[in-house]
């Protein structure tokens, strides 16, 4: 590897970690207007989200491409509709986790976060087809036993997890189908969104219950911020995913629950107690599993890849 690739690695890994960063320690930013109800921040996060996409795609000059492919998805049904509900999939995780961190629910957010990527490779094994590997295989078993001691022993299913897990997972199996950059897909996304964003937050205004006043400016300010608050990580994760490989990415995603659950226990109290601990170590142990299982130190005791060298031998 020569300096300049050496330089775009260190770019790239900094810009990726920073992303990563900022998502773990956005459930600080979220409490800070935790009075104002999750669904007008969520509406407000959409506006300011579109307009900021915007800006940044008309300072990045990309505004001309930024047509050109809405034009050429409003011409292709297939991708239109995947794109769709990729835009409510996206609502949906952004109005789970706004409601989880305003309800004292981090640390079901962050086992949220914690188990979306083995969501995601279940969805592409039943969704593309996709095989796993016998590590793999173990990672899943491991997640599972994980979030089943939490259901038998607090009676539920811990739903917060499971829907942030899932939404995000079939986001991202979305979004993979339709094959959009980062920047386009997410302005394209909120632009869907943000007609019923906007009649909302004009509806809230009428009725004179909006949050979004001159007399609260911070209010005010902090619900632009919203916009802002998306937009810059997603930036950031642009900028590294283009310059470092994804096994590092799937190094790096594990940083921002891994904050999440430090706010959650030794910031806002919230109970972690010795069943969570005992749950999070299956589903940690299933994570570096799961991230080692196309590694050549697992790769060498995957059972079924001795049998066929033995086989073939």
């Known amino acids: 590897m020569n300096e300049n690739q050496t330089r775009e690695q260190v770019a790239g890994v900094a810009a990726g970690a920073g992303a990563y960063i900022l998502w773990g320690f956005l459930p600080l930013y979220w409490k800070l207007i935790n009075h104002v109800p999750s669904e007008e921040i969520l509406a407000h996060r959409m ?12 300072v990045l000059r990309r505004l001309k491409k930024f047509t050109r492919e809405l034009r050429e998805l409003l011409a292709n049904r297939k991708k239109l509709i995947g794109l769709v509900f990729a835009a409510i999939f996206i609502t949906l ?29 279940l969805l592409g094994v039943l969704v593309l087809k996709e095989r796993l590997s016998f ?22 299913v811990p739903w917060v997890a499971i829907s942030l897990a899932l939404s995000f997972g079939l986001y991202g199996l979305l979004k993979k189908l339709t094959a959009l950059g980062a920047l386009t897909g997410l302005t394209i996304e909120t632009l869907f969104i943000t007609p019923v964003a906007l009649l909302y937050v004009s509806m809230l205004g009428v009725n004179g219950s909006s949050s979004f ?61 010795q069943v969570h601990l005992t749950a999070f170590v299956f589903i940690w142990i299933a994570l570096s599993i799961f991230t080692l299982s196309n590694t050549r130190l697992l790769a060498r005791f995957d059972p079924r890849l001795t049998k066929a060298k033995s086989y073939n031998g």
């Not at 579109?50 to 008309?58: D, N, P, Q, R, S």
């Not at 911070?218 to 590294?240: D, E, H, N, R, Y």
């Open 213 to 273: 006043q001159l007399a609260d400016p911070l209010t005010t300010l902090l619900l632009v911020g919203a916009g802002i608050a998306t937009a810059v990580p997603l930036l950031l994760f642009a900028t590294g995913a283009n310059r470092i490989s994804l096994s590092m990415i799937g190094f790096l995603q594990y940083i921002a629950p891994t904050i999440m659950l430090i706010l959650g226990v030794f910031l806002y109290n919230e109970v972690f107690s």
């Open 135 to 156: 590590w793999q295989i173990i990672s899943f078993i491991l997640a599972a036993v994980g979030v089943l001691i939490l259901t038998i022993h607090y009676g539920s």
């Open 93 to 121: 995780n952004w109005y789970t986790y706004i409601w989880a961190v305003n309800n004292n629910h981090v640390v079901d957010a962050s086992l949220g976060y914690y188990i979306n990527p083995l969501v995601s490779v």
């Open 47 to 58: 506006v300011w989200s579109f307009v900021l996409m915007l800006i940044v795609l008309a």
